[in-house]
């Protein structure tokens, strides 16, 4: 299974990146810029002691893998979003954004979508199958890879066998992932973030998270 982490030069991606690729993928660091892709996918082989990823341009990126994973800033999300929309048809987008509105970062902004995952859907179309995930998940645990990740990851979605592909790859990346229901229940996941920044600054941590009780 080929994943592309389209923005996996950045925080969160690259950790995610490296993990997956610790989990069996084969995983394609996308980038705008090619050579910064491959130069960021050697970085990681390095810290990983092997030889597990490759660097491409997005749309390179998003064509080559079967499960595509976008983590870029939501200032980027929508011309990122055209620029690999070809590529995307059949696949299943793993949408990452978290629609902050700079400076106000801990207070809850819903954007003109309700949800960055459900603009990316709507902008997409039916030939992809957009699902929602990881939002909750800060870069400072998530690149932390010899520590285990503390939280859970809610994983939204309008098509139960997308969702089910994507918690088997966050349960590669030694993480567990919970259905959370429609690609509508979005909305809520993004939200939870500038609550968790919030605490972060309220209680001076870097990484709070969130975890889900009673199941075993
Ligand atoms: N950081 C976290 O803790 C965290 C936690 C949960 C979810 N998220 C979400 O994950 C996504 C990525 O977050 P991040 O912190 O990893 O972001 P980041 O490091 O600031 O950026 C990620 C990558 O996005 C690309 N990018 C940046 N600005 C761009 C622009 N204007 N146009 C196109 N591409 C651009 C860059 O890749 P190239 O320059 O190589 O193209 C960059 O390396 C965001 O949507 C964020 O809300 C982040």
């Known amino acids: 299974m080929v994943v592309a982490v389209l923005g996996g030069t950045g925080k969160e991606g690259s950790g995610l990146s490296m993990r997956l690729a610790r989990g069996g993928y084969q995983v394609i660091v996308g980038s705008r810029d090619a050579q910064r892709a491959a130069d960021r996918a050697a970085e990681m082989n390095k810290e990983l002691d092997g030889d597990y990823l490759t660097g491409m341009e997005n749309s390179a990126a998003a064509a080559a893998a079967d499960i595509v994973i976008l983590s870029v800033p939501y200032s980027a999300h929508e011309p990122t979003l055209t620029s690999v ?71 939204c979605g309008d098509d139960p ?56």
């Open 85 to 155: 929309k070809d590529a995307l048809k059949g696949k299943v987008l793993v949408d990452i954004t978290v629609p902050l509105q700079p400076p106000k970062v801990r207070r809850v902004h819903l954007p003109p979508g309700k949800a960055a995952a459900l603009e990316a859907q709507a902008m997409l179309g039916d030939d992809v199958r957009v699902v929602a995930a990881f939002q909750n998940v800060s870069h400072e645990q998530i690149g932390e890879l010899d520590s285990e990740v503390d939280c859970d990851v809610l994983v």
């Open 161 to 216: 066998s997308a969702r089910d592909e994507v918690i088997q790859l966050i349960q590669a990346a030694g993480m567990r992932g919970i259905h959370a229901g429609p690609l509508d229940n979005a909305i809520a996941v993004e939200a939870l973030t500038p609550v968790l920044l919030f605490i972060n600054n309220k209680y001076g941590i870097k990484a709070s998270g969130i975890r889900i009780t009673g199941i075993d």
